[in-house]
């Protein structure tokens, strides 16, 4: 596929974190009923469960889905098939990780071929931070979390972007923990107006720059 400059790289963007769902997805009703399999959870894979995520709570369920919306903006999962299994375990129940793990392959492939050789070298900036969550639906056992995030993507090769969405985490609960059962499709902003600075900064000095400050934990 062409490389068609910023405008493709946003719709590569919005897959690789917030589309990433199967074309027979549907969504939940506001409503949410527990599911008799909603613990069948026998095997997850070791997590912290002594902070807020671990919450029987809409705050925990909130927490839990910005983690992991935020984890989809991870630069490793452009290179690493190690990373992006590593990363579906963790995200996701196992009826959900047979369904996940192919679109990640799919997705972060096509993104990390996109970029090229800036994937390759480690030179990429991708974060995602979440700005404020709506919960849109909870019970016990399951929830729905709507989350307003940023998005940044640049390469020393292209000018940097930011993409503001709404993205959807469908979670449940089970091992003890908030897990996502499925991500919603993203929708557009809300946007704000950005000032544009006098002096914009070169790719490569952005890149460099970003990569001298580490991420806050989740």
Same mark, same amino acid.
């Given at each position: 596929?062409?490389?068609?400059?910023?405008?493709?790289?946003?719709?590569?963007?919005?897959?690789a974190v917030g589309r990433l769902t199967a074309p027979s997805a549907v969504s939940e009703p506001t409503t949410i009923a527990p599911r008799p399999d909603?613990? &069948? =959870? #026998?095997?997850?894979?070791?997590?912290?469960? !002594?902070?807020?995520? +671990?919450?029987?709570?809409? *705050?925990?369920?909130?927490?839990?889905?910005a983690q992991a919306l935020s984890?989809? &903006? =991870? #630069?490793?999962?452009?290179?690493?098939?190690? !990373?992006?299994?590593? +990363?579906?375990?963790?995200? *996701?129940?196992?009826?959900?990780?047979a369904e996940l793990a192919p679109l990640f392959e799919r997705t972060y492939g096509?993104?990390?071929?996109?970029l090229g050789a800036s994937a390759g070298r480690g030179q990429v900036v991708l974060r995602m931070t979440p700005v404020?969550?709506?919960?849109?639906?909870?019970?016990?056992?399951?929830?729905?979390?709507?989350?307003?995030?940023?998005?940044?993507?640049?390469t020393p090769e292209r000018a940097p972007i930011a993409a503001w969405s709404t993205s959807?985490?469908?979670l449940v609960w089970t091992g003890g923990r908030w897990r996502v059962e499925r991500f919603?499709?993203?929708t557009p902003g809300p946007v704000p107006s950005v000032t544009a600075p006098e002096a914009p900064?070169?790719?490569?000095?952005?890149?460099?720059?970003?990569?001298?400050?580490?991420p806050f934990p989740p």
């Open positions: 596929m062409p490389v068609l400059g910023a405008a493709l790289l946003v719709f590569a963007l919005g897959l909603a613990s &069948a =959870d #026998p095997a997850p894979p070791p997590v912290e469960t !002594a902070g807020p995520s +671990a919450s029987r709570t809409k *705050a925990g369920a909130a927490r839990t889905a984890s989809l &903006a =991870d #630069p490793r999962l452009l290179s690493s098939p190690q !990373a992006r299994r590593t +990363a579906v375990a963790r995200i *996701a129940p196992p009826n959900y990780r096509y993104l990390g071929d996109l404020g969550y709506r919960v849109e639906a909870f019970s016990a056992t399951r929830a729905s979390v709507a989350v307003w995030q940023v998005t940044l993507l640049a959807r985490a469908e919603g499709v993203d900064v070169a790719a490569g000095d952005f890149v460099a720059s970003a990569q001298g400050f580490s």
